[in-house]
């Protein structure tokens, strides 16, 4: 047997009550390897408050500290606004005593195989300090596939292999490193089916959608606001919960894959129209002027938001349950976790996403997809649903099927532990 550690990154809060979507996919993952009986570790900033988690027990849990993150999310703002090389959040200086703790601590366990999300400034510290380990770099995002070639291929050549959460990411990335193809593969985020189970609806989901994410512009909260306002008059009983803290995804991030988007350009402005606008709306506001302003996009169709902060993630079973369907309008291309959530329970999702079929959703079978960024037919999708309940819940019971045939995190388990048997093999 292998021992294995998951690498979270200084936001990656494992934490039961305040897990988002990148920590409950590594908890998730780190749990199903465990239970093939390989060793596992979880270094993270308050790994030691995943103790409370009973699917974690025989996990060793490994706190790193990730000091303050003030200085950081000054750097991050600055480096929006600046000619450099690739973002803040792919430079050297990102975190850096994070890093260089997670590094130290790595050097002690003395792991096989090394899972780290999203941050590539790892691969070469973890290189120098462990030759032996077999690297996995696990992507959640597109932003590598708008990088400069060269230090993308130079990054990829230190990963023995790369995990992407979907086809676009896969394919957006080999745009930028056609040679990684054989080491580049899509792992799908999934379910736990024993979390977000079958169920009859409680009360009215005919006339009740929900939305479940971070309520920052890419995810396109603005866009539903203004489909809800052409569907307000046709079903005036709406209700739309939307489950999730307001926070600005960093604007130099985003910056990078404008450039290339069209539809992530039209985003820039939430960011502010000069400096003093850009400092109120990224350092004091944080987000909390877009959410404001996205429903009120709804016009008199506001009355038809119900906001909820931030729930933990055992408690979004209630809000899918409830609902017609979940709704996913990301700007960025994205299929978001809380549509296989929502699937599982025997929701139909509307997802926003240039791609027609992947994982579990398939236009017109699980789900109806609909071009980025365009409020119009967002609204005539989520009216087809909320018009024809019948219809809801046979795309709904379609994609209950979808997710638990090949979409649970057991299944990923496995998917991503022939993944690492080739790795370890390859180092015999």
Known sequence: ?????????????LDPAARSSVPIVIASLAREVARSGH???ILGPDAAKASSDPTLAGIQLVNVSAGSRVVARLDQFLSGYVAAQNPFSTSDRCYARYRARVVGALSMLRPDIVHVSTYGQYLPEIAAALPGARRVLHLHDELWGHLPPDYVQARLGLAAHVLCVNTHIRDTLLSRDPAAHARVSV?????????????PAQGQPGRRLVYVGRLSPEKGLHVLGAAVGRLHQRFPDLVVDVV??????PYDWLRWIAADDAACRSLLPWYGTGPIDAIRRQIFDRGQSYVRDSIAAAGAGHTA????DFVPHADL?????????????????????SAYEGMAIGRPAVVSCDLSRDGPVAHGETALVVPRADPLRLADALAELLASPARAASMGAAARRAVLSNHTWSIAGQRLLAVYERLLAQGQ
């Open 1 to 13: 047997m292998a021992h294995v550690a998951f690498v979270c990154n200084p936001g990656d809060r």
């Open 39 to 41: 060793d596992v570790s």
């Open 187 to 199: 792992l799908h985020n999934a379910v736990d089916p024993e979390l977000f189970r079958a169920g």
């Open 244 to 249: 999730g803290s307001a926070g600005l995804i």
């Open 305 to 308: 938001f119900r906001l909820h």
């Open 317 to 337: 079973y209630a809000y899918y349950r409830t609902a017609a369907a979940v709704v996913c309008p990301s700007v960025c291309d994205e299929i978001p976790l």
